[in-house]
């Protein structure tokens, strides 16, 4: 037998594909990533007619022009993988702005069958379409179906593959694009066939239309084939594009979008669409719009629902996040009394199961957290917060749907910065999508919460809840100023404009629900989850090596045998085995004092206590100590580290490093902290280094490692600078 079909899932975002490819694969499917870009893909098995078919689901697109990295990945799927047949899913809700794309299918070539989507909603809203008629007019099969329900599936399957097994040649369709430019066009075909150029990968139309529309993916795949072919084609292209703005006044791929617009409207007026509504009846969408999208009550509206969201998020993760915690801290304790003493043990505790913990603890928050995000975009209310924040965040450089990010990473308290990154996926221009991704860790996450309630708590407890509602607007501000600072320096671009034309509501299914939720999860999971380790260890690794030298080590013990035998009333001289019965409770405590002593100097000793000494001449500037430094070191793993860092290199005295009260007590007395310092410390926590976790995800969704490595040093530069200008200004104010 030969191998299976494939058949190809194409069509723009929303119209349903993702449903109907799980309705068609059930749980035969799998998720993978296109080599080199974020951009992922599903594929799946199912069988027609006792055949077996291969399913891929292509990123939902608007037009086969490489305006964004979906469109790059759809079309080089179609040419280098050449699908058997592709399912275009089309919205019959939106039939005129849905066929834009199945117009440029046409004119590609590649055998195809349209999928007539949502024909429920169609109805709902007094549409009725001919779909006999169009399918005539168009030259291809169309088959009416209800991806949620599964009705007509098995028919447009069956008419797919019947075309997909006939493995016909790609049959690109004319259209004419007014006499200026079918002329060069033909022209220009003739060219390419004689020339035989790129005819083994694209029809000569295709080729023709994309040097038309000037395609600069495609050219440059051209002058790649054949230089001087590609500059003829580009000569004559030249030539009737001056003619035409000469003569109309117009760029010939604008030309080219109107004549495929004015071929879709004259098809639809061949009796394709009938509309049976009455007129003056609003659709539930409409009527839903008038208040949540109102100038007033909108924003309102949109605070409470966001504002719900986040409460339900935090409500009900609470018991999950405790649950993990419990359970990494029995898995911790497990690991202390069954290892035997010694770096194993210190590296499987502090090294290995928290490092994972820590991640892990997060993921019950990130899971509801996605779920109430799936519900809101899966609904379409999404895209109204997205429509009503689009002109604020346009001054920015930003887009409407970066919104969402910072919200998610921390915008209103307490969020995540990792989660936040991904939810960027949403935004279409690569350089909006940049600087959202870029500025997202300036909100204070979760984490960082502890760190700030600390400090204020210790330092400023007069006006706690004033204090924290400032760095709440403070971290906004930034962020949106360093993003307008990025879109006008490394980022320069337009804008993308906001697509207007809003999505009807809808109830969303539960089932969408968890597969949305859980496919996001699960990336997070695996994302976090494969650099943790690593760098977890690595940090545990500069906090214990390379431990004290013997003869300092040597000294702490005999102190200690001192005390003991002091506490047994016996001369110091005399041996005594360590464990042995105390006298007094005094002298244990001496005990546990020279132990945190010790534990000083071995950090001091440690790599991280070197570096943290090293880098004191310069950051004592914003005020810092080499303490301070360690755990803004440790920081950099997960900020929460820094709190339990701070305490360990404060516990002089046996005082419990994540006793959070006593070190405020010690923090408080000590004389080199002050407000300043506290303030100093604050702003530099917001701003500097995202954890490694987001960093590991920024490169991920940049697809470069050099973004992650940017945010690493301009926000610590940046967090920096205002640190020492706050330490600076403030030492002289105060005295
Ligand atoms: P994709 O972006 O193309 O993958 O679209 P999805 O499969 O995620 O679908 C978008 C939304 O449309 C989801 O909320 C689906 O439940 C809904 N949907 C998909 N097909 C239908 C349908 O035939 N009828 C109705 N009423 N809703 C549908
Ligand atoms: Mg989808």
């Known amino acids: ?74 079309r080089d799927y179609l040419v280098q993988e050449r699908p058997g047949v592709i399912v275009n899913i089309v919205d019959a809700a939106n039939l005129e702005r849905n066929l834009y794309l199945s117009c440029q299918f046409l004119e590609m070539g590649v055998p195809m069958v349209i999928a007539l989507n949502m024909i429920d909603v169609a109805h709902d809203r007094g549409i009725d379409i001919n779909h006999k008629k169009l399918s005539e007019l168009i030259g291809v099969p169309v088959c009416p179906i209800v991806a949620r329900s599964g009705k007509g599936v098995k028919e447009m399957m069956d008419a797919a593959f019947a075309l997909g097994s006939a493995s016909q040649k790609w049959q690109p369709t004319h259209i004419s694009y007014g006499d200026d430019l079918d002329a060069v066009m033909l022209e220009i075909e003739q060219v390419i066939n004689n020339e035989a150029f790129l005819t083994e990968l694209y029809p000569a139309r295709w080729t023709a239309i994309k040097y038309v529309e000037e395609d600069e993916q495609h050219l440059r795949q051209g002058d790649g084939a054949d230089a001087s072919v590609s500059t003829l084609l580009q000569e004559k292209v030249a030539e009737v594009g001056s003619h035409l703005s000469q003569t109309l006044g117009a760029e010939p791929d604008a030309m080219i979008a109107d004549h495929r617009y004015g071929y879709i409207k004259s098809i639809l007026r ?10 003056n009846r609003l659709y539930t969408s409409d009527k839903i719009d008038k208040v949540l999208t109102n100038r007033f009550a909108g924003p309102i509206a949109m605070m409470l629902i966001l504002f719900g969201l986040y409460q339900f998020t935090f409500t009900y993760s609470e018991l999950p996040v405790a649950w993990c915690e419990s359970f990494f801290g029995w898995l911790n304790g497990m690991a ?44 379409g209310y999404l895209a109204r917060v997205a429509f009503m924040m689009d002109r604020i965040f346009h001054v920015f450089g930003l887009h409407g749907s970066s919104v969402m990010a910072y919200i998610v990473s921390g915008g209103i308290a307490g969020g995540c910065a990792v989660p936040g990154v991904m939810a960027t996926r949403t935004l279409r221009s690569r350089k909006e999508r ?26 400023f407890s007069q006006h706690n809840a004033m204090y924290m509602f400032f760095f709440t607007v403070l971290a906004w501000v930034m962020a949106l100023l360093v993003a307008k600072f990025l879109r006008s320096t490394l980022l320069r671009g337009t804008a993308t404009p906001f697509v207007l034309e809003l999505p009807p509501y809808r109830f969303p299914t539960f089932q969408g629900l968890l597969i949305h939720t859980w496919e996001r999860t699960w990336q997070y999971i695996k994302k976090a989850g494969t650099v943790i380790l690593a760098i977890s260890i690595l940090i545990w690794a500069m906090m214990t090596f390379p431990g004290l030298p013997q003869d300092q080590q040597e000294s702490f013990q005999q102190q200690r045998q001192q005390i003991l035998a002091h506490g047994n ?5 005399e041996e005594l085995a360590e464990g042995q019965p105390l006298a007094d409770e005094a002298w244990q405590e001496e005990l546990l004092l020279v132990d945190a002593v010790e534990a000083e100097a071995a950090l001091r000793y440690s790599v991280a206590g070197k570096i943290g000494m090293a880098i004191e001449k310069v950051s004592s500037l914003a005020g810092f100590d080499w303490r301070i430094n360690i755990a803004l070191l440790g920081g950099f793993a997960a900020k929460e580290v820094i709190i339990s860092t701070l305490g360990t290199s404060y516990s002089l005295g046996g005082v419990e490093s994540d006793d959070v009260a006593s070190l405020s007590a010690t923090l408080a007395a000590e004389p080199d902290w002050g407000p300043v310092r506290a303030l100093s410390l604050i702003i530099f926590v917001m701003f500097y280094a995202p954890c490694f976790v987001t960093v590991a995800c920024i490169v991920r969704e940049a697809g470069s490692w050099r973004w992650g490595a940017f945010s690493m040093i301009f ?3 940046f967090a920096f600078s205002l640190s020492t200008m706050i330490f600076q200004i403030g030492k002289v104010l105060l005295g």
């Open 569 to 573: 009333g016996k001369n110091g001289s």
């Open 1 to 74: 037998m030969s191998s299976p079909i494939t058949i190809a899932l194409a069509g723009n975002p929303n119209a349903g594909k993702t449903t109907l490819f799980n309705h068609i694969t059930g749980s035969r499917q799998h998720v993978g990533n296109y080599p080199g870009v974020t951009v992922d893909y599903k594929e799946g098995r199912c069988r027609v007619d006792g055949h077996d078919c291969r399913i891929v689901d292509l990123p939902g697109i608007y037009s086969l022009s490489p305006y964004s990295e979906e469109e790059v990945v759809a």
């Open 715 to 717: 926000n610590t530069v």
């Open 270 to 279: 061949q009796n394709v669409v009938h509309r049976t509504y009455d007129q």
């Open 336 to 379: 202390s009394t069954l290892l035997p003493d010694g770096y194993f043990k210190s590296m499987i505790t502090a090294g290995v199961i928290d490092g994972i913990g820590g991640v892990l603890g997060f993921v019950p928050i990130i899971m509801f957290m996605f779920f109430g995000i799936s519900l809101l975009e899966d609904s």
């Open 434 to 459: 940049l600087a959202t991704i870029l500025t997202v860790p300036f909100m204070n996450c979760g984490a960082k919460l502890p760190v700030m309630a600390l400090l204020i708590g210790t330092f």
